[in-house]
């Protein structure tokens, strides 16, 4: 683990490693020189090399950036390490903090082994040095190294569970501002609907009988009437308004429908969709649909994609658009894990399977989901064909 990637534990932890090495080396020193040890020179020497080695590994980029240069920077310490244990029964100190340096620095099995090898030439050193036999020289080393595994692995599952918990907290902060942008989109583009079909239903359908109504009082007054021109100009001024409020239903009509018809819309959005692979077909002769049934049949193939996308776990799924002599029909299967569709839950802000059962209710449709878990989903909206779509 390189300093630049250390949390602020992991630095104290490698901290304590370095005061741990060096103290226990100036201990095994200080003692030699102190009880005149006949080999205290040696001991001295063997300390400073052990740590010089030390600090060449710690201060050497590329033992913290490649497994081999570790592997080869450990053997060398524990060659040092040997050489003191051959000098000084308290180079068996050193084995603690040598436990986790092979633990950090080798896969787990063969830091295992190589945690086993040192204690084993530990308790050798130590039985070397010393004429009596004690359970100590045994179950010192080994409970070290026992202490250092259990240390270390659990210090592993930790760091991988708030790794695990630091990435779901990043990707819910994700989602968040995700939904709130969407949620934002979605009532821009609802509010722009609204206020289309408003303009559609009252303004221009209001302007339209005026324009009629003008049109029976011109028939209804004589060819010589002072009235009629002032009837011929107020009928004009209702065109040209009518006109312009057609213009303001067209400036509100979603992006998605802008440039193209709704076939057109559906088969970007199948082309645009992310995850699973999806296929766009059209059925029937395609037809001139007002406003509000577009933008209804886009939106519900939108949001049962994305619930494809997000939910099902799909490898395909299909939109088929059919046109028939009375109606219009969009269905959505795909192949995922499916559901069940009476344990749903319900939406809310204008999302989820209610909100498109409400776009088709809307226009006096008539909205299905067939889904079981493990057998796919199958959305489908009928809508029936407006008197001027008929014609």
């Known amino acids: 683990m390189g300093a630049r990637t250390l949390t602020p534990v992991s630095r104290v932890l490698r901290l304590c490693l370095h005061a741990l090495l060096f103290g226990l080396l100036a201990l095994a020193a200080g003692r030699a020189v102190a009880d005149s040890a006949p080999r205290a020179g040696w001991v001295v020497a063997a300390c400073a090399l052990l740590a010089a080695v030390y600090l060449a590994g ?3 980029p590329v033992v913290h ?3 081999r240069a570790g592997a080869v ?7 040092a390490w040997v050489a003191l244990l051959v000098v000084s029964p308290d180079g068996l100190w050193i084995a603690f903090p040598l436990y986790f340096l092979e633990l950090h620095l080798l896969r787990l099995r063969w830091g ?5 090898a040192t204690a084993a030439a530990a308790i050798g050193g130590f039985l070397a040095h010393s004429s009596a036999v004690t359970p100590g020289a045994f179950l010192g080393p080994l409970l070290g190294g026992a202490v250092a595994v259990a240390t270390v ?3 592993q599952a930790l760091y991988r569970e708030s790794e695990r918990r630091r990435e779901l907290i990043e990707e819910l902060i994700t989602t968040r501002a995700e939904l709130a ?3 934002r989109d979605a009532g821009i583009l609802a509010e722009r ?4 079909r408003e303009i559609h239903d009252t303004l221009a359908q209001g302007l339209s009988s005026i324009q009629l109504l003008l049109r029976a009082a011109e028939r209804s007054l004589p060819e010589d009437s002072a009235a009629l021109p002032h009837i011929g100009r107020a009928r004009e001024a209702a065109q040209e308004n009518l006109a312009e409020a057609r213009r303001f239903v067209r400036a509100l009509t979603p992006p998605d429908l802008e440039h193209g018809s709704l076939p057109a819309a559906l088969e970007r959005l199948c082309s645009g969709a992310p995850g699973p692979r999806v296929r766009f077909s059209l059925s029937g002769t395609p037809r001139p649909l007002p406003t509000p049934y577009e933008v209804a049949l886009l939106r519900i193939a939108q949001s049962a994609l994305a619930n494809v996308v997000r939910h099902a776990g799909a490898g395909r799924a299909e939109i088929t658009l059919t046109f028939m002599d009375s109606s219009v029909t969009l269905d959505i299967v795909d192949d ?4 069940d569709p009476t344990s749903a839950p319900s939406g809310e802000g204008g999302f989820g399977l209610p909100a498109m059962r409400s776009r088709a209710e809307t226009l006096s449709g008539l909205f299905t989901v067939e889904s079981a878990p493990g057998q796919g989903t199958a959305v489908a909206v009928t809508l029936p064909l407006p008197a001027e779509a008929l014609s």
Do not use: D, I, N
């Open 58 to 60: 710690v201060r050497t």
């Open 65 to 67: 950036s490649s497994a």
């Open 73 to 79: 920077w450990l053997a060398g310490l524990c060659a």
């Open 112 to 116: 295992v082994a190589a945690v086993a």
């Open 153 to 155: 692995l659990g210090y």
């Open 181 to 183: 942008a969407a949620e």
């Open 193 to 196: 609907e609204r206020l289309a």
């Open 336 to 339: 995922g894990k499916g559901f």
